[in-house]
């Protein structure tokens, strides 16, 4: 029996600026990746998404990125394992408030964006992101891409690890995700991504923007929330994954 958890980046609106269809997309996702403040979110969209995801029954994680609210987090930033390790701290202390504070526990950390994605590749920066996680609370589970230096940091840390792949988003030969630059990072076509996640499930493989096969472990499925078609791409993804045998739970039932 195959076991695959969803989950999908929420609570990024903020102010009065409302960002994808949250209401809709928590229907379908077993975990939540909630937006802390400075990539995107705010103190009043932090609780309502925690308490969303309460009354859902998805299990909760905070969704740290870099201070660019303006840039969306998906902007390289120039900052030291230090700092990034009190990016992850701060945002992530500020969600635990808001989770216990609704009686229910945090279950996991995914960091965004750009800080994702250069701690995917960096050692140093990857080690920072995983200590922060384990020093705020070592049961947590560290989500990240899959075969990323993040996945190795968080093992060195004594870290619970979820390897994380996209429904959305197309892979480089090394398994890293195309640039959002590129006019071909983006899968737009509901059949191809679903048919991809399936393969990645079942599988662990798919196959890059090159036509490489590349191997893939896939603990979680993301399929982003700011994603026009995000709620069609998880409804559609979640009854193929029925039909295919494949059992849909959050990560602290998995791992």
């Known amino acids: 029996m195959y076991r695959v958890d969803i989950n999908s980046d929420l609570g990024e609106s903020f102010g009065a600026y409302t960002i994808a269809n949250d209401g809709e997309i ?3 996702v077993t975990s939540v990746n909630v937006a802390c403040g400075m990539h995107a979110g705010d103190p009043v969209v932090m609780g309502n998404t925690v308490a969303a995801a309460k009354a859902s029954g998805a299990a909760i994680g905070a969704h740290p990125g870099y201070p660019d609210l303006m840039g969306f987090g998906r902007r390289n930033m120039s900052v030291t ?29 995914k960091a965004h964006g750009a800080l994702y994605n250069m701690a995917a ?3 140093k ?12 609370d070592g049961s947590l589970i560290l989500l990240a891409l899959a075969g990323s230096r993040m996945i190795d940091a968080g093992r ?26 590129r006019p071909d990072s ?24 090159n036509g490489k096969v590349i191997e893939i472990r896939a603990d ?7 994603n026009l078609q995000a709620v069609d791409f998880v409804r559609g993804i979640r009854e193929a994954l029925a ?13």
């Not at 920066?125 to 705020?136: D, G, Q, S």
């Not at 076509?189 to 393969?199: F, H, Q, S």
């Not at 979680?220 to 700011?226: L, Q, R, T």
């Open 26 to 28: 928590i229907k379908y």
């Open 81 to 109: 394992p230090e700092e990034a390790k009190a990016y992850i701290k701060y945002q992530t202390g500020a969600l635990l408030a808001f989770t216990l504070s609704a009686g229910v526990k945090m279950q996991h950390v």
């Open 121 to 123: 590749v960096d050692a």
């Open 125 to 136: 920066l990857a080690r920072a992101v995983a200590e922060a996680v384990a020093e705020v």
């Open 156 to 181: 060195e840390c004594g870290l619970k690890v979820a390897s994380e792949v996209f429904a959305d988003r197309a892979y480089m030969d090394d398994g890293t995700l195309v640039p959002r630059s």
């Open 186 to 209: 983006i899968i737009h076509d509901r059949e191809a991504a679903t048919g991809r996640v399936i393969e990645m499930v079942t599988t662990g493989k798919t196959t890059s923007v």
């Open 220 to 226: 979680s499925i993301c399929v982003h929330g700011d």
């Open 243 to 255: 039909k295919s045998g494949v059992e849909v739970m959050n990560l602290g039932a998995i791992l």
